[in-house]
């Protein structure tokens, strides 16, 4: 007989340890051991004559009660996880710390393109005819650059977003970074130039201001498109929610 | 979930100390560690068995354990053996318990060593 999934054992002390912010490593190793141990257990009273139903019965009362697993573990302080011990930490400074780690991913491939392709051109930007093919080599890098740079912040939401689903953290934290997200994104400005320095060698530099009513339009763009993935999970899970409800 | 009789007074560190010394003798499964405290002590301390896996998981954390995942007979099994850190663990936890139980021996007999009171002549 096939051994059930550790999920569909244990579905209330999974949410009530990943709710009281343990590590959801920690919380899906301990659900699989348990499953695993009420396996042995059961085999074992099956083995002094017991029925697969009792025997399952007893199983679980010498495994300890909902409470009691929940309890031991949450009295273990070393397997709480960070976001749930530091929120606002993770989610206001790690976004903004994996932007910056794309955009200067992004940026230093534009240099390369630029001193590969257009080592003549005085900016990488729009300075040159329109390429003939989609798929040559040299758009091509500048269009995988591009979407590294614009789709970073898309990238970094969402896996803010999934860190906090994971967690069950309240809502507001991938809103605040989402929000931090959609700011920098929408103010960033990248300029790229061979006169502003004498040697020649060029010259990128990355600014960040709010002048115009379109960058708000895409800040707001940018947190819509990393949120909706998260609010139709979070819609998900509170249909599924009332539906065991109902059923109970 | 039916409930079972346990006995969690007085049990502070206990199965930490049990384990530890389990582990000592060779690596073992989660299940394995709890039938061996169940044989040693006579079924006289009496667990949930589930809860041996978060002092598992906390004694890794602190670097006692190493853990690792095995197949054993088409089963998956963690497996939990004693580092060098969680060596010395025990070896202070082994003494603080050694001194406890005497001091405690020696409250309730009068004696360190449990002796019954030798009889004093007025």
């Known amino acids: ?248 | 979930m039916a409930s079972r009789d346990t006995n969690p007074n007085f049990m502070n560190g206990v199965p930490e100390l049990l384990i530890l010394t389990l582990l000592q003798q060779g690596e073992m499964y989660g299940y394995e560690l709890v039938q061996a405290i169940r044989d040693r002590t006579g079924a006289f301390i009496a667990l949930g068995e589930g809860v041996v896996y978060p002092v598992l998981h906390n004694l890794e954390r602190d670097g006692a354990l190493t853990a690792q995942r095995k197949a054993v007979n088409g089963r998956s099994r963690i497996y939990y053996s004693l580092t060098p850190i969680g060596s010395r663990r025990l070896s202070d936890l082994a003494a603080t318990w050694t001194n406890l139980t005497t001091a405690i021996q020696f409250v309730l007999t009068g004696t360190p060593d449990g002796a019954p009171h030798a009889p004093t002549l007025s």
């Open chain 1, 1 to 248: 007989m096939p051994q059930p999934s550790p999920d569909s054992l244990f579905p209330h002390l999974r949410e009530r340890l990943l709710r009281a912010g343990i590590a959801p490593r920690h919380v899906r190793r301990y659900l699989a051991e348990l499953t695993d141990h009420l396996a042995d257990l059961t085999a074992e009273e099956q083995t002094r004559g017991l029925s697969l139903s009792t025997a399952a019965t007893a199983a679980l009362a010498r495994l300890g009660t909902t409470d009691t697993l929940a309890h031991a573990m949450l009295a273990q302080p070393r397997v709480r996880s960070l976001s749930a011990r530091a929120p606002w930490a993770v989610f206001s400074l790690t976004p903004l710390l994996l932007l910056a780690a794309l955009w200067f991913l992004s940026l230093c491939l534009l240099r390369l393109g630029w001193h590969l392709f257009m080592p003549s051109a005085n900016t990488p930007f729009g300075t040159e005819p329109f390429p003939h093919t989609f798929l040559e080599p040299r758009n091509l890098y500048f269009q995988l650059d591009r979407a590294i740079f614009f789709a970073g912040p898309t990238l970094v939401g969402w896996c803010m977003t999934a860190t906090a689903a994971r967690q069950r953290l309240k809502s507001l934290w991938p809103i605040v970074s989402l929000a931090l997200l959609g700011l920098f994104t929408a103010t960033a400005q990248v300029q790229a130039n061979r006169d502003a320095i004498p040697a020649g060698f060029g010259h990128i530099r990355l600014t960040f201001a709010l002048s115009s009513l379109d960058q708000t339009e895409y800040a707001l763009a940018v947190f819509l498109i990393a949120f909706a993935p998260y609010l139709l999970w979070k819609l998900q899970s509170l249909r599924n929610t009332e539906s065991t409800a109902t059923n109970h």
